[in-house]
Structures are given as C-alpha cells and as structure tokens.
C-alpha cells in the first residue's frame, strides 16, 4: 500500500527512505532551505517545490537522516506544513529564523534562542486556548545554547514575541499604513520591560503545536534588526546572522540525543 503524498507539502511517507528523518530544520524561506540542503548536508534529495515550500531530504555528517523544510512567513503557513511534517514523521523541528531584536544588549548578527514565546498569534487560537503555554522543549534549547557556546556564537537566550504582522504587529511605523492602532503605540517598549529579546512571526504557534501535538519545537533566530535603533533590516549582516542561526541549528541537530 503506498501513503500519501501531502497537499502542501506535496512529498509523504513513499518518498523517504526507509530509514526516514524524524528531525527537521523549518526555515520560513525557501532559499534558505535550499542554502542548508546544498551547504549542510550530504546525498542530498529535493522533495518537493509546491507553492515554494522546498523540501530537502539528506544526511548530517554523522550520518543522521534530516530535513530541510520551509514554513513560508507567518503561523497560518506554519501551521500547514508542521501539522504535515508530524503526519510524516517529523518528531523535532528547529525553526531557523530571522528576526528584529527589541533589546539594545543584542546586536545585528547575533541569534536568539527562544525559551518561550508571548504568542500574539490568531492560528494558535485554533489550536489551543490563548493561555495555553507557548514553551519550547527544553532538551533542544539546551542543545542549540550548547552548539552556540562551542561555536563561539554570540547567542541570547529567552522570550521571543510572536506576532502576525511584519509592520503592524511589531510597531513599524515606516509602512504603508498611516493609522497604526493607538493599542500598538508602545507595545514594543512595554515587550522591553517585560525582558522579551525579539520578534518574529512564527515562534508561539509552533511551540504551542508542539505543546498539542506532542513534537520537541525550538527555535533560533539570526537578529537583523535592530529595533532600539532603527525600524529597518541591515541588510551588510543579514548573511552573518543567518549563518550564526543555520550553524547552531545544524550542530544541535547532530548532537541531539534523540
Ligand atoms: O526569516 P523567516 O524565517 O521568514 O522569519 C522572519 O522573517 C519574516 C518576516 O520578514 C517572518 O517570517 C519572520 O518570522
Ligand atoms: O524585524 C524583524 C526582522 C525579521 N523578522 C521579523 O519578523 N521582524
């Protein structure tokens, strides 16, 4: 009997082999997927471009089975390809990410690793209750802390916020809309004094999915904004950023004890 192959997705159980992966690296673009499939690891197989949602299967040099698979940006798209992934097999998953830093102690180019997330995300209220916790597995964070100390990456360690909105949600002002909410002026100062480290988009529903599903969810984001400073990405170290957060995340994933 063959399984089946995945609307969004667009691969299933059939297309692995049979030892399959049950850890997955989950970058929000699909180029990145790609970067980490061709850079990172080895025997490398394209599963899947459907609707930009590149999917790589392939080997870490240990020999351990992963993937290399893409959300696309915000939890509604997350929610899709994670509640596939599961149906797969997938049993970790490493988001790998971007993000804007709301702290002025964590500069352009070095990651966040999230331990949690104040999720300000609609699609978990489909998923969960609002209260419900939005924590990553602690055995993956310490893992991504400890591949980041040994890398010797400069790595901050604790609550992201989650929102659905690039402008809106993380007060951008610098945008196409004149009338941002007055319930939005000051939420980022306010998510400052509360100790949250970033924001990006995808975190919370994940962690909660991970919370419901039972799945290990963790996170680590390469910081290419600084929000104290300026609403803009500094593009001269997105590169780095970027590499800082797939470097930790492929070394944790080896060294996952799983
Ligand atoms: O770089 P990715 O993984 O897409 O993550 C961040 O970048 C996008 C916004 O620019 C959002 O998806 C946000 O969470
Ligand atoms: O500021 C930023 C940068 C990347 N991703 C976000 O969601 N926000």
């Known amino acids: 009997m063959t399984s ?25 673009d699909p180029e990145r997927s790609r970067f980490i499939a061709q850079t990172h690891l080895q025997d490398v197989r394209l599963l899947s471009e459907n609707r930009g949602l590149n999917s790589y ?22 929610s899709i390809v994670v509640n596939e992934l599961v149906q797969v097999g997938i049993q970790q998953i490493i988001r790998i990410g ?9 500069p352009v180019g070095s990651i966040v690793i999230s331990s949690a997330a104040l999720c ?8 969960a209750p609002v209260e ?18 040994k890398l010797q990456i400069e790595h901050y360690i604790g609550i ?7 402008y809106e949600g993380q007060e951008r002002t610098d945008s196409a809309n004149p009338n941002l909410m007055r319930s939005l002026y000051g939420i980022t100062e306010e998510y400052q004094r509360l100790n949250v480290l970033n924001y990006e988009m995808e ?12 799945f290990a969810a963790s996170a680590v984001c390469g910081v290419v904004a ?13 590169e780095i950023a970027i590499n800082n957060a797939i470097a930790t995340a492929v070394h944790a994933a080896a060294n996952f004890e799983l």
Do not use: W
């Open 160 to 166: 992201t916020a989650s929102v659905d909105t690039f």
């Open 132 to 149: 419900y916790p939005a924590a990553a597995d602690p055995f993956l964070t310490v893992a991504l802390a400890q591949a980041a100390r």
């Open 4 to 28: 089946k192959r995945f609307y969004h997705i667009g691969f299933g159980q059939d297309d692995l082999d049979s030892s399959p992966p049950t850890i997955a690296l989950l970058s929000g």
């Open 57 to 78: 299967v392939g080997y870490l040099p240990n020999g351990r089975p992963i993937l290399s698979a893409t959300s696309g940006m915000g939890a509604p798209s997350l």
């Open 226 to 238: 600084q929000r104290s400073v300026a609403e803009e990405i500094v593009l001269s170290q997105k």
């Open 203 to 214: 975190c919370g529903t994940l962690f909660k999915m991970a919370g419901v599903y039972q």
């Open 120 to 127: 300000r995300q609609g699609a978990a209220n489909d998923i």
């Open 98 to 106: 971007t993000c804007g830093s709301i702290q002025p102690y964590v």
